[in-house]
């Protein structure tokens, strides 16, 4: 029953037990990561060296950086192999955040951003028209 509450294998819950008889509610205290971290401190530093770069630097056309191209520059500068969640949670634990940017782009132009969004959003906003029930979205060819 409790493993299955847990969702755990029965074994599990029999080592557990057996654990907590021969040392208490301590010896069911986590003993740290099953594995030891795949780079070190110093690599990690390196790659921040890397990351800082910007992406144009390792031969992409612009500078965002995605997990999958961390995961390419982790493999052609450490000869290691992560898969995508792995970068997610090796740049985490290390106090990087995969959803704000650390920096804006080189490129970014925030007056003709300003522009954009003063000038052409509301006219590109205003152009969408209801769809009305029933009526198809694609546009009929017109005969001659």
Not at 4 to 32: C, H, I, N, T, Y
Not at 85 to 90: E, N, Y
Not at 92 to 106: D, F, H, K, L, M
Request: charged fraction near 30%; include cysteine; hydrophobic fraction near 35%.
């Amino acid at each position: 029953m409790i493993a299955k509450d847990l969702r755990v294998s029965v074994r599990s819950v029999q080592r557990w037990r057996r654990m907590w008889d021969e040392g208490g509610p301590r010896a069911l205290r986590s003993q740290g990561p099953a594995s030891l971290p795949r780079l070190s401190q110093k690599q990690f530093a390196q790659l921040e060296a890397e990351l800082a770069k910007g992406s144009a630097a390792h031969g992409w056309e612009d500078q965002r950086w995605t997990l999958a191209r961390v995961k390419t520059v982790i493999g052609r500068r450490f000869h290691l192999t992560y898969t995508v969640q792995g970068v997610r949670k090796l740049l985490v634990r290390n106090g990087w955040s995969c959803q704000v940017p650390a920096r804006r782009a080189i490129e970014r132009d925030d007056d003709a951003v300003a522009g954009w969004v003063k000038e052409v959003w509301p006219c590109a906003e205003g152009s969408r028209r209801p769809v009305e029930p029933g009526s198809s979205s694609r546009t009929k060819p017109v005969s001659p």
